[in-house]
């Protein structure tokens, strides 16, 4: 079978903070998920990131922390790629659209592109009042204002959010209208702002209604036997097209971005929309690896432009109107690029700390579980199983302190641990640390041998399907049945009165613990390369985690008799509720 071929992308995060667990259960661990395992079927895949240093976030946090925007840009973009290397999210490539060795290139892809879709004339010049701090002596482009949202939820209430952003509201994720915010502010002085008349280039996204409506709507269930799209992104998306997308500014008065490549007296000083560029980061950090792999930038558009790619987006929910409108109606107007083969967005996460009630993951109010603090203290896959188990794909959810620990000692510890340790023991102490022959295998083994086939094609149909939170548990299920088949068939007893029928018995849970590494893998790396090793199974090179320590068909391919095994070790520790999290940051 040939090849199916990926380029999955993770949200560009702003670099101007740390990452928490909201940002990974979003955007991050579900992408890594799914190109681990389209790595394990073979399949000729790049996962591309980085972060997005343009814009007015940048230079607001620059500015509070007294730095200057290259050096904090820099800083964030060094440590977010500490964080997602320490939880095993591993990107072909972690870019930057303003970090060295990264600007150059995005910065021409950007303006070409620009470009290109100025000249099929998709911009109208426009002459427009725009806010202005009369203190700071400057306009107010996007975060440097907020307000009360004036738009109304998807149920017919008003949003009224009253800290929604000149961009977006975080609340209802509708795009902002500054100059219609409710009691408009500046983010820089406090001031109340006043209209002022600037110019600027405007894409008529009202041309790309009805394309965008047709494909949108063909998402619903593909022709191409494709998985049909999330109902949460489709929905809101078809609901901005009806009512009305309105043409957007897609330059603004900063001095930090993209320059406008226009030679006209009004472009000067002036930079493409944050919006604008940072999606195309995705094709610039590809062509960057281009150029460093394949030593042509050029080469990107075997990946972008090739019918035969699957482009996939994953995305928070907040980002659906810029990846499921905006970005593929760019793509529309410059004409070249593929579409998106899937958006993945998952809604946000909140979080419940012990003996306090759930509430929304804010950075400024210190309600965040930070990657950097969580990493100094546990392995990082308790934290990818639990973040996989809740994963907020079709509505919000919130991740619960108590339930983390519970999930930790009662599921990776007890069922899925406990499982690996005391087969892999028994085959040590009894068995001369090889698999045992498989004997004589009555219903029960053959039961067992068929939980193996079910469970790997219910998870590789899950995944296909990107549900991995039901993935996630079709393979733990796996592990209770195992653990079923263990205690019921007694190898302690058999051993006294019949070896070869305890032979069968640890033969079979072998299988299952192979089964297991393999399965596990997408989900939980490092506990597979572990269970890899005590099994003595080839890996890849010095344990790279980005690469499956098992191709995905093995999950079914028995081990024979008289393999030799490797050394057992405890896969899951135990966490003590009484050591972690004590003051909730």
């Given at each position: 079978?040939a090849?199916?071929?990926?380029?999955?992308?993770?949200?560009l995060?702003?670099?101007?903070?740390r990452?928490?667990?909201?940002?990974?259960?979003?955007?991050?661990?579900?992408?890594d998920t799914?190109?681990r395992y389209?790595r394990?079927r073979?399949?000729?895949v790049?996962?591309?990131?980085?972060?997005d240093?343009n814009g007015v976030a940048s230079?607001?946090?620059a500015?509070?922390?007294g730095r200057s925007?290259?050096?904090?840009?820099?800083h964030?973009?060094a440590?977010?790629?500490?964080?997602?290397?320490?939880l095993?999210?591993e990107f072909d490539?972690y870019?930057?659209?303003?970090q060295?060795g990264?600007v150059?290139?995005?910065?021409?892809?950007?303006q070409g592109?620009?470009?290109?879709?100025?000249?099929?004339?998709?911009?109208?010049k426009?002459?427009t009042?725009q806010l202005?701090?009369?203190?700071a002596?400057?306009f107010?482009?996007?975060r440097?204002?907020?307000g009360?949202?004036?738009h109304?939820?998807?149920?017919g209430?008003?949003c009224?959010?009253?800290?929604?952003?000149?961009d977006?509201?975080e609340?209802c994720?509708?795009?902002?209208?500054?100059m219609l915010?409710k009691?408009?502010?500046s983010t820089?002085t406090g001031?109340?702002?006043?209209?002022?008349?600037?110019t600027?280039w405007y894409?008529?996204?009202?041309?790309?209604e009805k394309?965008?409506?047709?494909w949108?709507?063909?998402?619903?269930?593909p022709?191409?036997g494709?998985?049909?799209?999330?109902d949460?992104?489709l929905?809101?998306?078809?609901?901005?097209?009806?009512?009305g997308?309105p043409e957007?500014?897609?330059?603004?008065d900063?001095?930090?971005?993209?320059?406008?490549?226009?030679?006209d007296p009004?472009a000067?000083?002036?930079?493409?929309y944050?919006?604008?560029d940072?999606?195309i980061?995705?094709?610039?950090?590809?062509a960057?690896?281009?150029?460093e792999?394949e030593?042509?930038w050029?080469?990107?558009e075997?990946w972008w432009?090739?019918?035969?790619?699957?482009?996939?987006?994953?995305?928070?929910?907040?980002?659906t109107v810029f990846?499921?409108?905006?970005?593929?109606?760019?793509?529309m107007?410059?004409?070249?690029y593929?579409?998106p083969w899937?958006?993945?967005?998952?809604s946000?996460?909140?979080i419940?700390?012990p003996g306090q009630e759930e509430?929304?993951i804010?950075k400024?109010?210190?309600?965040?579980i930070?990657i950097?603090?969580?990493?100094?203290?546990?392995?990082?896959?308790?934290l990818r199983y639990?973040?996989?188990?809740?994963a907020?794909e079709?509505?919000?959810?919130a991740?619960?302190?108590d339930?983390?620990?519970?999930?930790?000692?009662?599921i990776?510890?007890?069922?899925?641990?406990?499982?690996?340790n005391?087969t892999?023991?028994?085959?040590?102490?009894y068995?001369?640390?090889r698999?045992?022959e498989?004997?004589?295998?009555?219903?029960?083994?053959?039961?067992?041998?068929?939980?193996?086939?079910?469970a790997?094609a219910r998870?590789t149909?899950l995944?296909?399907a990107?549900r991995?939170k039901?993935?996630?548990e079709a393979?733990?299920?796996?592990?209770?049945?195992?653990?079923?088949y263990?205690?019921?068939?007694a190898?302690?007893?058999?051993?006294k009165?019949?070896?070869?029928a305890?032979?069968?018995?640890?033969n079979?849970c072998i299988?299952m613990?192979?089964?297991?590494t393999?399965?596990?893998?997408p989900f939980?790396p490092?506990?597979?390369?572990?269970?890899?090793?005590?099994l003595?199974?080839?890996?890849?090179?010095?344990?790279?985690?980005?690469?499956?320590?098992?191709?995905w068909?093995?999950?079914t391919?028995?081990?024979?008799?008289?393999h030799?095994l490797?050394?057992?070790?405890i896969l899951?520790?135990?966490?003590d509720?009484g050591q972690?999290f004590a003051?909730?940051?």
């Amino acid at each position: 079978m040939a090849k199916r071929q990926f380029l999955v992308t993770s949200a560009l995060p702003y670099s101007n903070g740390r990452l928490h667990v909201g940002h990974i259960t979003g955007a991050y661990l579900p992408a890594d998920t799914y190109v681990r395992y389209l790595r394990a079927r073979g399949e000729d895949v790049r996962f591309i990131c980085g972060s997005d240093d343009n814009g007015v976030a940048s230079l607001i946090s620059a500015r509070k922390e007294g730095r200057s925007v290259e050096e904090l840009t820099a800083h964030y973009n060094a440590r977010q790629a500490a964080d997602f290397k320490g939880l095993g999210i591993e990107f072909d490539v972690y870019g930057g659209t303003h970090q060295p060795g990264f600007v150059e290139l995005h910065n021409q892809i950007s303006q070409g592109f620009f470009k290109q879709t100025f000249d099929k004339g998709y911009f109208v010049k426009k002459t427009t009042e725009q806010l202005y701090d009369e203190q700071a002596g400057q306009f107010l482009p996007d975060r440097y204002v907020k307000g009360t949202c004036y738009h109304r939820k998807a149920d017919g209430t008003p949003c009224e959010y009253p800290e929604a952003y000149g961009d977006q509201c975080e609340q209802c994720g509708n795009s902002i209208d500054p100059m219609l915010l409710k009691d408009p502010v500046s983010t820089i002085t406090g001031t109340r702002p006043v209209p002022r008349k600037t110019t600027h280039w405007y894409m008529q996204l009202p041309k790309f209604e009805k394309p965008l409506r047709e494909w949108l709507e063909s998402k619903r269930e593909p022709k191409d036997g494709s998985p049909p799209w999330r109902d949460t992104v489709l929905n809101f998306a078809l609901g901005q097209i009806k009512q009305g997308l309105p043409e957007r500014a897609m330059t603004r008065d900063l001095h930090w971005g993209v320059p406008v490549p226009l030679d006209d007296p009004d472009a000067q000083g002036k930079v493409l929309y944050v919006w604008f560029d940072a999606p195309i980061g995705y094709v610039s950090f590809t062509a960057k690896w281009c150029e460093e792999h394949e030593g042509d930038w050029r080469a990107y558009e075997r990946w972008w432009k090739n019918p035969d790619c699957k482009i996939v987006h994953f995305i928070g929910e907040d980002n659906t109107v810029f990846h499921a409108l905006t970005w593929p109606a760019m793509l529309m107007a410059e004409g070249s690029y593929q579409l998106p083969w899937q958006v993945v967005a998952n809604s946000f996460l909140n979080i419940k700390f012990p003996g306090q009630e759930e509430q929304k993951i804010s950075k400024s109010r210190g309600t965040a579980i930070w990657i950097e603090e969580y990493l100094k203290m546990f392995e990082p896959d308790p934290l990818r199983y639990y973040l996989t188990s809740i994963a907020p794909e079709r509505q919000r959810t919130a991740f619960d302190v108590d339930a983390f620990i519970e999930a930790n000692n009662a599921i990776l510890s007890n069922t899925l641990g406990n499982f690996v340790n005391r087969t892999l023991t028994f085959a040590q102490k009894y068995f001369d640390n090889r698999v045992p022959e498989a004997g004589t295998r009555g219903p029960g083994e053959q039961q067992q041998l068929a939980n193996i086939r079910e469970a790997a094609a219910r998870t590789t149909e899950l995944l296909e399907a990107f549900r991995f939170k039901d993935a996630m548990e079709a393979v733990i299920n796996l592990a209770r049945q195992a653990n079923g088949y263990f205690s019921e068939k007694a190898p302690w007893a058999q051993r006294k009165t019949d070896m070869a029928a305890c032979g069968t018995t640890i033969n079979v849970c072998i299988q299952m613990v192979k089964a297991l590494t393999v399965l596990i893998a997408p989900f939980m790396p490092s506990s597979a390369l572990r269970c890899a090793r005590m099994l003595n199974l080839p890996v890849s090179p010095s344990g790279q985690l980005a690469l499956p320590p098992i191709a995905w068909d093995e999950a079914t391919v028995e081990l024979p008799a008289g393999h030799a095994l490797g050394e057992p070790v405890i896969l899951f520790q135990k966490l003590d509720p009484g050591q972690i999290f004590a003051d909730g940051k």
